[in-house]
């Protein structure tokens, strides 16, 4: 008989609801946000997991990344969707949302989102940083204008490379 995991992730600690494929809880923990803390629980289950789940969310390609090495069914499933689910459950706590996310996953009552590779996690990452560090380039070399022009000061058009030397 299969288990279900619902995985509820925030920075610090993640809850994990395991639960029978009759619906029945078997496990209900909370460890640290961490894949090896969250295998570690899974791997004392002795019984077929059948999937898991976890929200979509800033941790959530990182930890599906970890399961799906380790020989885990992670699913990375839409939040708005779950939200409407997890209404149901009477008090809204991590343990109550990962038994939820545990139950849509046996119901199958999810919809699965795309996860990005880590190379191409990686690739955004990297394209992001550079374009925020080229605009903070920019704002501050306006500044750097704007500070001048009050001790009369007028540093003109130039290009970037000759940027410094004008200012000096």
Not at 71 to 76: M, V
Request: with cysteine.
């Amino acid at each position: 008989m299969a288990s279900y995991v619902g995985l509820d992730v925030s920075l610090k600690t993640t809850a994990v609801a395991i639960i029978n494929a009759k619906g029945e809880p078997q496990k209900e923990i909370t460890v640290a946000t961490e894949p090896a803390e969250i295998i570690k629980v899974l791997r004392s289950r002795k019984r077929y997991i059948g999937a898991i789940g976890l929200e979509a969310g800033a941790l959530s390609g990182w930890l599906h990344l970890h399961l799906n090495e380790a020989g885990y069914p992670a699913i990375c499933i839409e939040t708005l969707r779950m939200s409407r689910f997890a209404k149901a459950t009477p008090n809204k706590t991590d343990r109550s949302d990962a038994m939820a996310i545990a139950q849509a996953m046996r119901v199958n009552l999810y919809q699965a989102v795309h996860v990005k590779s880590a190379s191409s996690a990686r690739a955004k990452t990297l394209l992001v940083l550079r374009n925020n560090l080229a605009a903070q380039c920019a704002e501050l070399e306006i500044m750097l204008r704007g500070t001048l022009k009050v001790f009369g000061l007028k540093v003109g058009v130039i290009s970037t490379a000759r940027f410094a030397d004008r200012v000096r």
